[in-house]
Structure formats: structure tokens, C-alpha cells
């Protein structure tokens, strides 16, 4: 028997933690479904239950293929639901499926939609200690990545996005790649004061 419908769905906005976690294997395949949704106001409640759920149990991984198809999706908005799925669902992955995506994946970094790539980078995370045989590789993609080709009014964003990237997979595997490349960033002019003073903290 199915937990939710459309109706309890938006009307459980506010209570999707509680929600999600009287799933049943129905509803998952339905709300996977919800992800093609048109309306947003379907769309999102979905996506975010499903990703409440994937924080706490497997069974959201079995749809692990629908997730990567939308990494090439046109929509950027899909793109973004792919990628932010299987960055939650990483945590199950005992088939090891992520490195064969992981090229595909990590390419987002320099996702054509600003969002999208800076949605990808703040995914580390949560993956990174699940497959730490990929970091060396995501390291050097987050120290190629050109911040000249965005938008002068991204590249500070862009910049501390992939700092705190670094960060995070430094807690796991600490790197000279990536001292050299925060020293630099943060004498290289593209951060403000404010910004360096917390990135200092860190430090």
C-alpha cells in the first residue's frame, strides 16, 4: 500500500523528514517517476523526498540508471537532480557503479548552467569518503577548472566552491596539489577579505 499520494505530498512540504520515513517500495518508484514532472511544485517536494530518503536507506539506490541518464539531459534542472541523487546514493554504492560515471560526473564541474556546476562541486562532501580511490582524480579536476571562463561576477563563487571542495577531501587525504592551489587562491586577488578570514579559520 502506497504512503503518499500527490495530495499528501504537497501538503507534507514542511514534514518531508517524517515522510521519508514511511516510504514504501511503491512510493519511490512513483516519486522516481515525479522527477519528469513538469510542475515544479510536484517536481521539487519529490525530488526532495527522495533525497531525505537516500540520507537514510538503500532502497532509493536501485534506480541508480535513471539518475545517470539524466546527467546528459538537456535540462539542466534534470542534470542537477541526476547528480545531486547519485551523490546521496553514493553511500550504497556496493557495485561500485559510480566509477564508471565518475568521468561523466565530475565533468560538471564545468557544467555549461552556473548552478549546476557549483551544484556538482558541493557534492564532494558527501561522496568523498565513499570512494576515496577517486579523490587524486577529482582533486586535479577541481584544480584544472578554469575560473576565467565564468562570468567575472561567478568566479569568487566558483573559486570557494572549489576550496571547500578541497577541504574537504584534504580531511581525507591531504595532498600538495592542494596546499599549493589554496595558498595561491588565496593571495591570488579574486577573494575578498571577509572571504579570506574564514577560509583562514579553516586552515
Do not use: C
Amino acid at each position: 500500500m502506497k504512503a503518499i499520494d500527490i495530495e499528501s505530498l504537497l501538503a507534507n512540504k514542511n514534514s518531508l523528514d517524517q515522510l521519508a520515513e514511511k516510504l514504501q517500495a511503491q512510493d519511490i518508484a512513483w516519486l522516481v517517476s515525479l522527477l519528469k514532472e513538469k510542475d515544479d511544485q510536484i517536481r521539487y517536494p519529490a525530488f526532495l523526498l527522495l533525497q531525505k530518503r537516500s540520507q537514510r536507506f538503500a532502497d532509493v539506490y536501485p534506480f541508480w540508471q535513471a539518475f545517470t541518464e539524466k546527467l546528459s539531459d538537456a535540462n539542466s534542472y534534470q542534470r542537477s537532480i541526476g547528480i545531486m541523487l547519485l551523490a546521496e546514493n553514493i553511500r550504497w554504492d556496493d557495485q561500485q557503479q559510480f566509477a564508471l560515471v565518475f568521468t561523466d560526473f565530475i565533468s560538471h564541474f564545468q557544467d555549461e548552467k552556473f548552478i549546476t556546476a557549483r551544484q556538482t562541486m558541493q557534492t564532494i562532501p558527501l561522496w568523498a569518503k565513499y570512494v576515496q580511490n577517486l579523490l587524486p582524480a577529482t582533486v586535479q579536476a577541481l584544480i584544472n577548472i578554469d575560473i576565467g571562463s565564468f562570468k567575472e561576477t561567478q568566479q569568487k563563487l566558483i573559486l570557494l566552491d572549489i576550496i571547500h571542495a578541497l577541504l574537504a577531501i584534504r580531511e581525507l587525504a591531504p595532498s600538495e596539489q592542494i596546499y599549493l592551489y589554496i595558498d595561491r587562491a588565496l593571495t591570488g586577488g579574486k577573494l575578498d577579505k571577509k572571504s579570506i578570514k574564514q577560509l583562514e579559520k579553516l586552515l
